[in-house]
């Protein structure tokens, strides 16, 4: 069949146009993004927690340089189900910035929400970046700004913290410190400052601040050392905060790099409490760690914390240790001395490094989520530390600073995106292709295509099929034009209905089209659907006539098709003038007509609907191969 070779002679085209990216994905009901793909490696798939993905991939840390050119969307807050299947491509709302931190909150008031932080732009004074509160209708709930003494909204840490009143971020700041902790002290040079702040999520007040500026010796810092010269503006990034939580009693963890120091900050005045790690560790500790990451109470009473952290043990220039290890450790706080133990370790499934960012989660089902930063990689154990998943980006061009799992119901206010087009050579032979997705949406079980004959006609249902993946494909024999979708759950409930949309057609001169006219029309869907349904009822069953040749069938079917779907759209355009006769009642007078169209659609039955998968590489496919 003609057709189907220019069909499938376009896709083939796609294909390898897509080799050059073959790390991403594309949909064309999303025209403007790349989604990136995984490669995941199940151990037991059993044992994975339900959920979905929370990973926002950038390409490289730092803004890129603004360009005039056009680029899809790639890097930002992305949702994808554990098989690796996208949900929600959040790229166009954050415009290709770089995004970090990207959750789900379930502490703010019962709903669901979304945090991430936008990074500050190129030039920080066009926009010192935010955190970003959405609700989980992907609507902009709430803004909060960085500080106005700071010059960018740190990219570390947005934790909103139970009740969803206040969030914690990580603060840095150049400043002038003189240089008496090194014996200079007729010197001074400019440091990096690192701090936090707890801020109302209304109105950006900062209702807590700390930072190390007169609290943390630079003989502390493995950064900036006693004869380092002095520098000039930013100066020495001597501490590098690159995390912070609050515990129940009111008291803040903080993570500092470059003093492989985890601290207790007092809530009550900014004291430190104690130190765990470093040079002046207040611990009794088998274990050691540099580099540290993601600093979080897992639990906390009156004599212990639990806390969790990845143990990098390298950074971008020095490798400290054997290998990077997310790790659980029990703090008793009531023996003499204190005492900090190691529950639970897990190692990067590499045996290789994370040499910056990296996170850790405990997950309420007991099992706990690793997210390794570099090319996305992360993983899943079980509660007694043995892996069970792990995943990463098919790409290498790609990392995610945290990666994240959470439950999470996706409910966008805008309708789900459907476009459709028509091919065909010749009249006979029309199919109509139908791609339909809902960015964001996490119940969708199936999808129903409608299409209408006129504009304001009435919707005939023309095909159902279960959603397979982000983005549903179905092809349908005839030519239907005025075409919506509706999204369906599991129950039934309609969830979601696209715009009408007309269908693409190609240019028929340029492809050859050979038919009574050198355009052909839509066909009218109410009639096709009446014909089909009588013939499901056996209601025409000896009509057929196998000595007819194929040909003649088609000819006259098409002729008398023609006609009745004329006759029916110039009847239906008199109902919108008189407004009171049933449409019902016109079928009643199109029988004849349909009794003619019934050899048409006999034919066509043979073949009836086909469904083809969306996506001939498919992420499933990858993921089962590496089962
Ligand atoms: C405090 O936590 C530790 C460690 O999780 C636990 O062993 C201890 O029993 C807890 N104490 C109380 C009073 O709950
Ligand atoms: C470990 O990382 C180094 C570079 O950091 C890389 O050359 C090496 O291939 C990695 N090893 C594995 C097993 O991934
Ligand atoms: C991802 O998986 C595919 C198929 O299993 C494999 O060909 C490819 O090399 C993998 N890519 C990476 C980056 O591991
Ligand atoms: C569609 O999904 C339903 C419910 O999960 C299932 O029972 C049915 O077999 C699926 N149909 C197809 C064609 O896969
Ligand atoms: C088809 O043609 C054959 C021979 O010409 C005849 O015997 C048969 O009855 C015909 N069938 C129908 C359904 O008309």
């Known amino acids: 069949m003609f057709y189907l070779g220019v069909l499938l002679s376009s896709f083939l085209l796609g294909a390898v146009a897509q080799r050059l990216d073959e790390d991403l994905r594309s949909f064309v009901t999303l025209p403007e993004v790349r989604a990136l793909r995984f490669n995941i490696t199940h151990v037991d798939r059993e044992q994975v927690s339900p959920g979905y993905w929370f990973v926002a991939p950038y390409g490289q840390v730092d803004p890129e340089e603004p360009t005039t050119k056009y680029m899809q969307y790639q890097v930002g807050p992305y949702i994808y189900d554990t098989d690796g299947e996208l949900i929600w491509a959040g790229s166009p709302v954050t415009d290709n910035r770089n ?348 999808w129903e295509f409608y299409a209408r004959s006129y504009e304001h006609g009435s919707d005939v249902l023309i095909a159902t099929t279960n959603k397979t993946s982000f983005e549903t494909m179905y092809m349908t024999e005839g030519y239907m034009d005025w075409v919506t979708a509706k999204a369906i759950d599991e129950n039934g409930n309609v969830l979601g209905i696209s715009e009408v949309c007309r269908s693409e057609v190609p240019d028929w001169e340029a492809v050859g089209f050979a038919g009574q006219s050198s355009h052909p029309k839509a066909d009218d869907p109410e009639i096709l659907q009446n014909i089909r349904e009588k013939l499901d009822s056996g209601e025409y069953g000896d009509l057929y006539d196998d000595n007819t040749t194929d040909e003649d069938r088609k000819a006259a079917v098409h002729s008398a098709t023609t006609e009745v779907a004329e006759s029916v759209y110039k009847a239906y355009g008199m109902i919108q003038m008189l407004e009171n006769i049933t449409i019902g009642v016109l079928t009643m007078f199109c029988i004849g007509g349909i009794l003619a169209g019934v050899w048409y659609v006999r034919r066509r039955k043979m073949r009836s609907y086909q469904h083809l998968p969306t996506d001939e590489a498919s992420i499933g496919e990858d993921a089962s191969k590496a089962d």
């Open 99 to 446: 995004t970090f931190d990207f959750r789900a909150n379930w502490n703010i008031d019962g709903d669901p929400h979304l945090s991430f932080i936008v990074q500050h732009e190129y030039d920080r004074d066009a926009d010192k970046g935010r955190g970003v509160i959405m609700g989980n209708d992907y609507e902009l709930e709430r803004e909060v700004g960085a500080a106005d003494d700071l010059n960018a909204f740190n990219m570390h840490e947005f934790k909103i913290l139970d009740g969803g009143k206040t969030a914690l971020a990580c603060t840095t700041k150049p400043q002038q410190i003189n240089l008496a902790d090194f014996d200079r002290p007729e010197e001074e040079s400019w440091v990096v400052v690192g701090g936090f702040v707890e801020m109302d999520i209304e109105n950006s007040e900062i209702l807590f601040e700390w930072d190390s500026y007169d609290k943390l010796s630079l003989t502390e810092s493995v950064k900036f050392i006693a004869d380092d010269e002095v520098l000039n503006e930013p100066g020495w990034d001597y501490v590098h905060i690159n995390s912070v939580d609050k515990n129940s009693d009111g008291d803040y963890i903080i993570s500092m790099r470059f003093t492989n120091t985890i601290y207790l900050v007092s809530g009550k005045d900014g004291e430190i409490m104690w130190r765990l790690g470093g040079k002046e560790s207040d611990f009794e500790q088998d274990f050691s760690f540099t580099r540290q990451h993601d600093v979080k109470f897992v639990k906390t009473n009156n004599t212990h914390h639990v806390i969790s952290f990845m143990n990098n043990a390298a950074d971008e220039l020095h490798t400290e240790g054997e290998i990077t290890s997310a790790l659980f450790v029990e703090l008793d706080i009531s023996s003499s001395p204190m005492t900090a133990t190691v529950i639970n370790r897990m190692n990067h499934p590499d045996g290789n490094f994370t040499r910056f960012g990296g996170n850790i989660q405990q997950l309420s089902n007991g099992n706990v989520f690793v997210g390794w930063n570099e090319k996305g990689y992360m993983s899943e154990y079980g509660p007694d530390g043995d892996l069970i998943m792990s995943a990463r980006f098919s790409s290498d061009r790609y990392a995610s600073y945290r990666s994240y799992k959470f439950d999470w119901i996706g409910q966008p206010t805008t309708p789900p995106d459907l476009a459709t087009s028509v091919y065909g050579a010749n009249d006979q032979e029309m199919i109509t292709v139908m791609h339909v997705s809902w960015n964001g949406a996490t119940d969708v079980a199936r």
